[in-house]
């Protein structure tokens, strides 16, 4: 079984919060013989056995781990397609979805073999959009920024202003962003971000993370962090990159109690 890491979490601004329960799968990483089509499978079930309100789908579908065979969309959506949830099961892209399409990337494309392979499968990822969303009487919005590292470390397809337009600053906000680094220039209107992309380090080592890959290296690599009125929650994810291993850092499922 996947551990299963549980967050609260009031608004720290005047504005409504749904009452609702978030489930996060980060960092899949789907590849044999670490991550292969059965293990997807027990992991969805895991998922849709927490009953959440809602699911978030945080990127980074595709393994490029050592010693590992990448799967293909057509393996990887149908069984995420599988999922459920009362309110919606929604998602964005990572980084290596656009490293596993070289053409998209170099080309700067709209979309990659994963996008495409997600929304044929029902699960259209959020590209720097929003949806409108209804939990209890309360109206909340649900955003999806695209990778900030989509065609190299320094440059990403994320786009803040054209996600949140036409939103409602006044209302509950989430925010799907892959990498964390975004964090700290969000506007205010955000009241929740949640990312994946680090690993928690994977490889922890006295309690601290190996390598992370952000800009603001050890600050935003796991769990809960606030700033003013806005808050992070920083998935480790259930999937590895490079080493085909976590040493001290546990895959996991993150559920969230918002209201």
């Not at 293990?39 to 998922?47: F, L, M, S």
């Not at 979309?111 to 929003?130: K, Q, R």
């Not at 939990?135 to 990403?156: H, I, M, P």
Request: charged share 20%; net charge negative; hydrophobic share 40%.
């Amino acid at each position: 079984m996947t551990a299963i890491t549980r967050y609260r979490i009031a608004p720290r601004r005047d504005v409504a919060a749904p009452r609702i329960r978030i489930a996060v799968l980060a960092d899949l990483h789907a590849c044999t013989p670490f991550m292969d089509e059965a293990r997807i499978a027990r992991i969805v079930d895991e998922v849709q056995a927490l009953g959440a309100d809602v699911i978030c789908l945080l990127g980074d579908y595709v393994g490029h781990a050592w010693a590992s065979r990448t799967l293909k969309p057509a393996q990887v959506a149908p069984l995420l397609a599988r999922l459920t949830a009362p309110l919606g099961v929604h998602g964005v892209m990572g980084n290596h979805d656009w490293h596993d399409d070289p053409a998209a990337k170099t080309g700067r494309a709209a979309s990659t073999t994963w996008h495409d392979g997600l929304a044929e499968a029902g699960l259209p990822p959020l590209v720097n959009a929003a949806r409108h969303l209804t939990a209890g009487g309360v109206a909340f919005t649900l955003a999806g920024l695209e990778s900030q590292r989509a065609y190299s470390d320094d440059c990403g397809g994320d786009n803040v202003a054209a996600a949140l337009a036409g939103t409602d600053p006044g209302r509950f906000t989430i925010l799907l962003a892959h990498e964390p680094d975004i964090f700290p220039t969000l506007p205010d209107q955000v009241d929740l971000t949640l990312s994946g992309h680090t690993h928690a380090g994977q490889i922890r080592l006295f309690g601290r993370p190996w390598v992370v890959p952000s800009h603001h290296g050890r600050r935003y690599a796991y769990g809960h962090h606030a700033e003013g009125s806005k808050q992070l929650v920083v998935s480790a994810g259930v999937g590895n990159t490079g080493p085909p291993f976590r040493l001290f850092c546990p895959p996991e499922l993150v559920l969230i109690e918002v209201g």
